[in-house]
C-alpha cells in the first residue's frame, strides 16, 4: 500500500480516483481536512475497502510515525500544503507551518520508520514530494523554460514555503539516504478545482453573474497542465524516478491569464448562454494585481519525457473544455463549497481591490 497525504483537496482527490482506476492497491489517505480538503471529492469510495482515510495533520508525527508502523507503506506521497498564493500574501503563518515545519515532521516520521526496514524494502521505499514551478521565481518575456537545474528564486510566501521544503527533502536524500523523489510542475486544472484559483473562479463567477475579476493587465503567462495529466507523471516518476532526482512537469501550454478568462468566457457562451444572449466577456473586470505577481512560468518538461517516458495526453483545447462542461454538470458540488468561509475569503480578496 501507499501513503498520501493531501488527498482530499484538489491534485491529491484526482490522484487517489486515478489510482483506484489503475490499481487495487490500498491507498491511506492523510488528509487535515482544512478548508482546501473535501471529502465529497471522494464520495464514490465511500465504502472502498481499498480507502483508508484518515483525519490528521502532516505535522503530528507521532500520527504519521503510527499510520507507518500500522499499514507499512511501500511509498508516501505528500501532495499536502497550503496552496493559494494570495492566502499567503494576506496571512503566511499556515503557509510556514504546514508546508515548512510538517513537512519537517513528516520526514522525521517517515526517515524513522525507513531506517527500521529490511534491506529490500529499503530500498524499495519512495517519499515521493510534490511541489511547484513557483520555487524557480518569475521569468522574461525572452528566457528559456524552467529546467531542473534552474536556481531557486521564489516571489511568494507560497513559494518560498514550498522551496523550504524542497530543501529539506532534498537534504534528507543527501544526508541519510532516504529514497526521495522530487516534482515541480505547473498550473493545474481539472474537476475539484476549488474555486479561489483563476480557472474555477472565472465559471463560477461567470455563472453566477458576478464580475470576473482579471488581475493587474492579465498579461502574465502560465503553464497549464490538465489535473490528470499530472497525477499519470506522478504515477510515472513513483515507478521509474531515480531517488535523489528532481522531474519538473508541464503541460507545453504557455498562455496569457486574459486569454484564459476568455476561452472559458467563450466555451460558457457556447455550452450555457448568457439569458441577454450577450457574451460573458461582459462580466470581465480589472483589479488591483497581486502584489509581487510574478510575470511568467514556463516548464521545460523534456527530462520526464526522456528519461521516463511521460508526456501530457490533453492539449489545452481538450482539458479546459472537459473541465468547464464538469464544473456546468456538477453545480452541487460547487455549491457545497461555497460555504460561510468561502464567502469571507472572497470578500477579503476582492472588496479592497480596485
Ligand atoms: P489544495 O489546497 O487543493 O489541497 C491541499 C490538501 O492538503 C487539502 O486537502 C488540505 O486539507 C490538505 N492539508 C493542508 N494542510 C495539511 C496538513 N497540515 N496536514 C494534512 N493535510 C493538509 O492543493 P492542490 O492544488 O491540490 O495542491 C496539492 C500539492 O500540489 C501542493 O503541495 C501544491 O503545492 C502542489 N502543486 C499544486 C499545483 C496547482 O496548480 N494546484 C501545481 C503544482 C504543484
Ligand atoms: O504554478 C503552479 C501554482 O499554480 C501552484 O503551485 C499553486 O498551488 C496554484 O495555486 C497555482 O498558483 P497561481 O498563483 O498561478 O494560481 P491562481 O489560480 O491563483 O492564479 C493564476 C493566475 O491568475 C495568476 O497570474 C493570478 C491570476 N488571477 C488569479 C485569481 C484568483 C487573476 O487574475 N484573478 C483572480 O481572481
Same mark, same amino acid.
Given at each position: 500500500?501507499?501513503?498520501?497525504?493531501?488527498?482530499?483537496?484538489?491534485?491529491?482527490?484526482?490522484?487517489?480516483?486515478?489510482?483506484?482506476?489503475?490499481?487495487?492497491?490500498?491507498?491511506?489517505?492523510?488528509?487535515?481536512?482544512?478548508?482546501?480538503?473535501?471529502?465529497?471529492?471522494?464520495?464514490?469510495?465511500?465504502?472502498?475497502?481499498?480507502?483508508?482515510?484518515?483525519?490528521?495533520?502532516?505535522?503530528?508525527?507521532?500520527?504519521?510515525?503510527?499510520?507507518?508502523?500500522?499499514?507499512?507503506?511501500?511509498?508516501?506521497?505528500?501532495?499536502?500544503?497550503?496552496?493559494?498564493?494570495?492566502?499567503?500574501?494576506?496571512?503566511?503563518?499556515?503557509?510556514?507551518?504546514? /508546508?515548512?515545519? =510538517?513537512?519537517? *515532521?513528516?520526514? #522525521?516520521?517517515?526517515?524513522?520508520?525507513?531506517?527500521?526496514? !529490511?534491506? $529490500?524494502? @529499503?530500498?524499495?521505499?519512495?517519499?515521493?514530494?510534490?511541489?511547484?514551478?513557483?520555487?524557480?521565481?518569475?521569468?522574461?518575456?525572452?528566457?528559456?523554460?524552467?529546467?531542473?537545474?534552474?536556481?531557486?528564486?521564489?516571489?511568494?510566501?507560497?513559494?518560498?514555503?514550498?522551496?523550504?521544503?524542497?530543501?529539506?527533502?532534498?537534504?534528507?536524500?543527501?544526508?541519510?539516504?532516504?529514497?526521495?523523489?522530487?516534482?515541480?510542475?505547473? /498550473?493545474?486544472? =481539472?474537476?475539484? *478545482?476549488?474555486? #479561489?484559483?483563476?480557472?474555477?473562479?472565472?465559471?463560477?463567477? !461567470?455563472? $453566477?453573474? @458576478?464580475?470576473?475579476?482579471?488581475?493587474?493587465?492579465?498579461?502574465?503567462?502560465?503553464?497549464?497542465?490538465?489535473?490528470?495529466?499530472?497525477?499519470?507523471?506522478?504515477?510515472?516518476?513513483?515507478?521509474?524516478?531515480?531517488?535523489?532526482?528532481?522531474?519538473?512537469?508541464?503541460?507545453?501550454?504557455?498562455?496569457?491569464?486574459?486569454?484564459?478568462?476568455?476561452?472559458?468566457?467563450?466555451?460558457?457562451?457556447?455550452?450555457?448562454?448568457?439569458?441577454?444572449?450577450?457574451?460573458?466577456?461582459?462580466?470581465?473586470?480589472?483589479?488591483?494585481?497581486?502584489?509581487?505577481?510574478?510575470?511568467?512560468?514556463?516548464?521545460?518538461?523534456?527530462?520526464?519525457?526522456?528519461?521516463?517516458?511521460?508526456?501530457?495526453?490533453?492539449?489545452?483545447?481538450?482539458?479546459?473544455?472537459?473541465?468547464?462542461?464538469?464544473?456546468?454538470?456538477?453545480?452541487?458540488?460547487?455549491?457545497?463549497?461555497?460555504?460561510?468561509?468561502?464567502?469571507?475569503?472572497?470578500?477579503?480578496?476582492?472588496?479592497?481591490?480596485?
Amino acid at each position: 500500500m501507499i501513503l498520501v497525504t493531501g488527498g482530499a483537496g484538489f491534485i491529491g482527490s484526482n490522484f487517489v480516483l486515478d489510482w483506484f482506476a489503475q490499481s487495487d492497491e490500498t491507498v491511506i489517505n492523510l488528509d487535515k481536512l482544512t478548508y482546501a480538503g473535501n471529502l465529497e471529492n471522494l464520495a464514490t469510495l465511500k465504502n472502498d475497502p481499498r480507502h483508508i482515510f484518515v483525519r490528521g495533520d502532516i505535522g503530528d508525527a507521532q500520527l504519521v510515525g503510527k499510520l507507518l508502523a500500522e499499514h507499512r507503506p511501500r511509498a508516501a506521497v505528500n501532495f499536502a500544503a497550503e496552496s493559494h498564493v494570495d492566502r499567503s500574501i494576506h496571512g503566511p503563518g499556515d503557509f510556514i507551518q504546514t /508546508n515548512i515545519v =510538517g513537512t519537517f *515532521h513528516l520526514l #522525521e516520521a517517515v526517515r524513522a520508520y525507513w531506517y527500521g526496514l !529490511a534491506d $529490500a524494502e @529499503k530500498s524499495g521505499f519512495r517519499f515521493l514530494h510534490v511541489s511547484t514551478d513557483e520555487v524557480y521565481g518569475s521569468l522574461a518575456k525572452d528566457e528559456p523554460a524552467f529546467s531542473e537545474t534552474r536556481r531557486y528564486e521564489p516571489n511568494s510566501p507560497y513559494s518560498a514555503s514550498k522551496a523550504a521544503s524542497d530543501h529539506l527533502v532534498r537534504a534528507y536524500h543527501h544526508t541519510y539516504g532516504l529514497p526521495v523523489l522530487t516534482t515541480n510542475c505547473s /498550473n493545474n486544472y =481539472g474537476p475539484y *478545482h476549488f474555486p #479561489e484559483k483563476l480557472i474555477p473562479l472565472m465559471i463560477v463567477n !461567470a455563472l $453566477a453573474g @458576478k464580475s470576473l475579476p482579471v488581475y493587474g493587465d492579465g498579461q502574465q503567462i502560465r503553464d497549464w497542465l490538465y489535473v490528470k495529466d499530472h497525477c499519470a507523471a506522478i504515477r510515472c516518476v513513483l515507478t521509474k524516478g531515480k531517488p535523489g532526482e528532481v522531474y519538473n512537469i508541464g503541460g507545453w501550454n504557455e498562455k496569457a491569464n486574459l486569454d484564459i478568462v476568455h476561452t472559458v468566457c467563450a466555451l460558457l457562451d457556447e455550452l450555457c448562454s448568457r439569458a441577454d444572449g450577450k457574451s460573458y466577456r461582459e462580466q470581465i473586470v480589472f483589479v488591483t494585481d497581486r502584489p509581487g505577481h510574478d510575470r511568467r512560468y514556463a516548464i521545460d518538461a523534456r527530462k520526464i519525457e526522456r528519461e521516463l517516458g511521460w508526456k501530457p495526453l490533453e492539449t489545452f483545447e481538450t482539458g479546459i473544455r472537459k473541465t468547464v462542461k464538469w464544473y456546468l454538470e456538477n453545480q452541487d458540488w460547487v455549491s457545497s463549497v461555497q460555504s460561510g468561509n468561502y464567502r469571507q475569503w472572497v470578500e477579503k480578496n476582492y472588496a479592497g481591490r480596485a
